[in-house]
């Protein structure tokens, strides 16, 4: 980085100087340093915008580090070159984060999406993928105004809480768009939010969660894109239309009376009274699986497209789950440590740039190797990251730094993972925890128990 260094004393023009070039070094050739618009300052700051935005990647992709810790990984990094002594005091890097413009984020996550390959097509089909999952965050008086408790939590064991809609690419897996809601913003309402992103002829795949008629319509008639979803099983009004196949049929769908949440009475008086939707059904009986018949149904009808070809893909849905572990647990989006709501979408939005870019070293890595993406490991690219990081920055010609950048595409791309399709994941934990009594009162007037052995505590 350019930085002008400032004049109050070697040590401050040190530290304006520093480029955390481990980050740099591999995410400088999809985020333009020069284009990242900084704000207009009166005077020179320590932790300048650029400087802070980062220092703010680097904290998530080392896996959500404390401010205390990215601070000692600074001070390390100047120390080794200046030997001078940094004060560890975390609270201007904190204060650079809360003025971070939201706007410079978002540049760079226009950036890096302009970068990826162009998505995989399916019979002339961009294919999408939506699902939602949630998020716990530090509990304030503000995150509490903005992200409520969920319904039917106790203010003395619960925290606020957020609805996360994520729309994904089939082929690189890369988050797209996203929307945000409080615990009692549906996943469907967080799907209207996200249709301006979608093309004519898309088609999207979701779980049974967006299989509506309304969902059906709107999307195919406002934005041209098809859904394939698994069957809801509330859904008893269609009547066979056409035979296609064994197990496969047009099928026609009734309105229902009952207006969605996400529409106004209007809306839905004007939507019509029939839809034509392919319905497709599989025996799927497997050891360790609840599920033995599945059944999708898609407002996609080009009777060229094989049954099986429809099932498969919409079996490949999985994938979706597992990103959605990885940004949740192994990136450590599960629990915001934001103090407000700004402060929760810059945050939440530097974890799903900080995804996006593990994601596209992992498809170079992929291509490179000519292995299948499914079978690389998130977590084994972002160690790859922070130790290839360092020794990149410290290439001193063109020659050194590609023969690293091909040792460390090699390393990323060794197939960690075993093939996922058709495995048995129960949601069990085997690991007991430890027995100490719950905390279910106010912690000030908690008494402990003088028999460890019970689990609940009295307040």
Same mark, same amino acid.
């Given at each position: 980085?350019?930085?002008? @260094?400032?004049?109050? =004393?070697?040590?401050?023009?040190?530290?304006?100087?520093?480029?955390f070039?481990? *980050?740099?070094?591999?995410?400088?050739?999809f985020?333009?340093?020069?284009?990242?618009?900084? !704000?207009?300052?009166?005077?020179?700051?320590?932790?300048?915008?650029? /400087?802070?935005?980062?220092?703010?990647? +680097?904290?998530?992709?080392?896996?959500?580090?404390?401010?205390? #810790?990215?601070?000692?990984? $600074?001070?390390?990094?100047?120390?080794?070159?200046?030997?001078?002594?940094?004060?560890?005091?975390?609270?201007?890097?904190?204060?650079?984060?809360?003025?971070?413009?939201?706007?410079?984020? !978002?540049?760079?996550?226009?950036q890096?999406?302009?970068?990826?390959?162009?998505?995989?097509?399916?019979?002339?089909?961009?294919?999408?993928?939506?699902?939602?999952?949630? +998020?716990?965050m530090?509990?304030?008086?503000?995150?509490?105004?903005?992200?409520?408790?969920? $319904?039917?939590?106790k =203010?003395?064991?619960?925290?606020?809480?957020?609805?996360?809609?994520?729309?994904?690419? %089939?082929?690189?897996?890369? *988050?797209?768009?996203?929307?945000?809601?409080?615990?009692?913003?549906?996943?469907?309402?967080?799907?209207?939010?996200? %249709?301006?992103?979608?093309?004519p =002829?898309?088609?999207?795949?979701?779980?049974?969660?967006?299989?509506?008629?309304?969902?059906?319509?709107?999307?195919?008639?406002?934005?041209?894109a098809?859904?394939? &979803?698994?069957?809801?099983?509330?859904?008893?009004?269609?009547?066979?239309?056409?035979?296609?196949?064994?197990?496969?049929?047009?099928?026609? %769908? @009734?309105?229902?009376?009952t207006?969605?949440?996400?529409?106004?009475?209007?809306?839905? +008086? #004007?939507?019509?009274?029939?839809l034509?939707?392919?319905?497709?059904?599989a025996?799927?009986?497997?050891?360790?699986?609840?599920?033995?018949?599945? &059944?999708?149904?898609?407002?996609?009808?080009?009777?060229?497209?094989?049954?099986?070809?429809?099932?498969?893909?919409?079996?490949?849905?999985?994938?979706i789950?597992?990103?959605l /572990?990885?940004?949740? *647990?192994?990136?450590?989006?599960?629990?915001?440590?934001?103090? &407000?709501?700004?402060?929760?979408?810059k945050?939440?939005?530097?974890?799903?740039? #900080?995804?996006?870019? *593990?994601? @596209?070293?992992?498809?170079?890595a $992929?291509?490179?190797?000519?292995?299948?993406?499914?079978?690389?490991?998130?977590?084994?690219?972002?160690?790859?990251?922070?130790?290839w990081?360092?020794?990149l =920055?410290? +290439?001193?010609?063109?020659?050194?730094?590609?023969?690293?950048?091909?040792?460390?595409?090699?390393?990323? $791309?060794?197939?960690?993972?075993?093939?996922?399709?058709?495995?048995?994941?129960?949601?069990?934990?085997?690991?007991?925890?430890? #027995?100490?009594?719950?905390?279910?009162?106010?912690?000030?007037?908690?008494?402990?128990?003088?028999?460890?052995?019970?689990?609940?505590? @009295?307040a």
């Open positions: 980085m350019n930085d002008k @260094t400032g004049k109050s =004393s070697d040590c401050v023009a040190n530290i304006q100087r520093m480029d070039s481990e *980050i740099v070094s591999l995410f400088d050739r985020i333009s340093l020069e284009s990242l618009e900084e !704000r207009p300052k009166s005077r020179e700051r320590v932790y300048s915008d650029v /400087r802070t935005f980062w220092m703010f990647l +680097a904290q998530i992709i080392w896996g959500n580090l404390a401010c205390d #810790a990215i601070i000692q990984k $600074a001070i390390s990094w100047l120390e080794s070159e200046t030997k001078k002594e940094i004060s560890p005091n975390t609270s201007g890097y904190a204060q650079a984060r809360q003025r971070l413009p939201s706007s410079m984020i !978002r540049q760079a996550s226009d890096t999406r302009d970068k990826l390959p162009p998505g995989k097509l399916f019979h002339g089909h961009a294919v999408k993928q939506v699902d939602g999952s949630g +998020a716990t530090a509990d304030t008086d503000a995150n509490r105004q903005e992200y409520p408790y969920r $319904a039917g939590g =203010s003395h064991n619960a925290f606020p809480a957020m609805n996360l809609l994520l729309i994904l690419d %089939w082929l690189t897996e890369t *988050i797209i768009d996203w929307a945000v809601g409080n615990a009692e913003v549906s996943e469907r309402s967080l799907f209207i939010t996200t %249709w301006p992103v979608l093309s =002829s898309d088609l999207v795949i979701g779980d049974r969660g967006f299989c509506g008629y309304g969902q059906f319509w709107w999307v195919q008639h406002h934005c041209g098809f859904l394939l &979803t698994r069957l809801h099983g509330a859904r008893k009004h269609r009547r066979i239309i056409k035979d296609l196949g064994p197990d496969d049929h047009l099928v026609e %769908w @009734t309105k229902s009376s207006t969605p949440r996400w529409l106004s009475a209007e809306e839905w +008086a #004007a939507v019509p009274e029939k034509i939707v392919r319905e497709i059904s025996d799927i009986s497997r050891h360790g699986f609840r599920v033995h018949q599945l &059944t999708i149904v898609t407002t996609l009808l080009d009777e060229t497209i094989p049954a099986d070809e429809l099932l498969g893909l919409y079996r490949d849905r999985w994938s789950e597992v990103n /572990r990885n940004l949740k *647990i192994t990136l450590g989006v599960d629990i915001l440590r934001g103090k &407000t709501p700004d402060m929760i979408a945050e939440l939005s530097m974890f799903l740039l #900080a995804y996006n870019l *593990i994601r @596209t070293i992992m498809c170079e $992929a291509e490179r190797h000519n292995v299948p993406l499914e079978r690389i490991s998130s977590k084994s690219t972002m160690t790859a990251i922070e130790t990081g360092l020794l =920055s410290k +290439a001193s010609t063109l020659a050194e730094r590609e023969a690293l950048l091909q040792q460390f595409y090699r390393v990323v $791309a060794y197939p960690r993972c075993r093939n996922r399709r058709g495995r048995s994941e129960p949601r069990a934990v085997k690991r007991r925890p430890k #027995a100490y009594q719950l905390l279910t009162g106010d912690r000030h007037s908690f008494k402990e128990s003088p028999h460890r052995g019970r689990k609940k505590a @009295t």
